[in-house]
T-cell receptor
Framework: KAGVTQTPRYLIKTRGQQVTLSCSPISGHRSVSWYQQTPGQGLQFLFEYFSETQRNKGNFPGRFSGRQFSNSRSEMNVSTLELGDSALYLC???????????FGEGSRLTVL | DQQVKQNSPSLSVQEGRISILNCDYTNSMFDYFLWYKKYPAEGPTFLISISSIKDKNEDGRFTVFLNKSAKHLSLHIVPSQPGDSAVYFCASASGNTPLVFGKGTRLSVIA
């Protein structure tokens, strides 16, 4: 059974640009969550989607947005990139069991 | 406001000994707790969980203990193996709220 797939794995952008990250969940999983991991900050929750609806949203500025498609695939977008957005962005899918998330390998974004 | 705290950024343990990773939380509404393990260049993987109605859960070499009155949980690994070297994250939530993660503890098991 294929795991959670995230693309691209690595990318470099400059300040002011925008970026779109993609996530394909495990087949049958309808919930997709996004987390940002930075050194010393652990995993910070961005948003969660379930059946194309945003179910929860973390404390991030409006430059961070996401969506989920009918096939459960999800994208997140960060506009007007800042140096502080450099991080590992992790996507996780869930089959509904409380808390048990299946993470992808992440997309490492570097903003120069 | 950090709701889940892992106060030890790192821990070194000899192979064969017990590793004890600690986690404190502040939100009394949390009703389930999980531990995740993360290797470099990989996403976190679920390790073990416990609900608030229990005080202990075992899975092989891994045991999680929950002390609700102290708002404290711990992960015991016995015996520790070099392959256990990773970053361990504690996470908590209630109902359908998103998981709140600690900042992680880097465990090094020395052969």
């Amino acid at each position: 059974k294929a795991g959670v797939t995230q693309t691209p794995r690595y990318l470099i952008k400059t300040r002011g640009q925008q970026v779109t990250l993609s996530c394909s969940p495990i087949s049958g999983h309808r919930s997709v969550s996004w987390y940002q991991q930075t050194p010393g900050q652990g995993l910070q929750f961005l948003f969660e989607y379930f059946s194309e609806t945003q179910r929860n949203k973390g404390n991030f500025p409006g430059r961070f947005s996401g969506r989920q498609f009918s096939n459960s695939r999800s994208e997140m977008n960060v506009s007007t990139l800042e140096l502080g957005d450099s991080a590992l962005y992790l996507c996780a899918s869930s089959r509904g069991r409380p808390g048990e998330l299946f993470f992808g390998e992440g997309s490492r974004l570097t903003v120069l | 406001d950090q709701q889940v705290k892992q106060n030890s950024p790192s821990l070194s343990v000899q192979e064969g000994r017990i590793s004890i990773l600690n986690c404190d939380y502040t939100n009394s509404m949390f009703d389930y707790f999980l531990w995740y393990k993360k290797y470099p260049a990989e996403g976190p993987t679920f390790l073990i969980s416990i609900s608030s109605i229990k005080d202990k859960n075992e899975d092989g070499r891994f045991t999680v203990f929950l002390n609700k009155s102290a708002k404290h949980l711990s992960l015991h690994i016995v015996p520790s193996q070099p392959g256990d070297s990773a970053v361990y994250f504690c996470a908590s939530a209630s109902g359908n709220t998103p998981l709140v993660f600690g900042k992680g503890t880097r465990l090094s098991v020395i052969a």
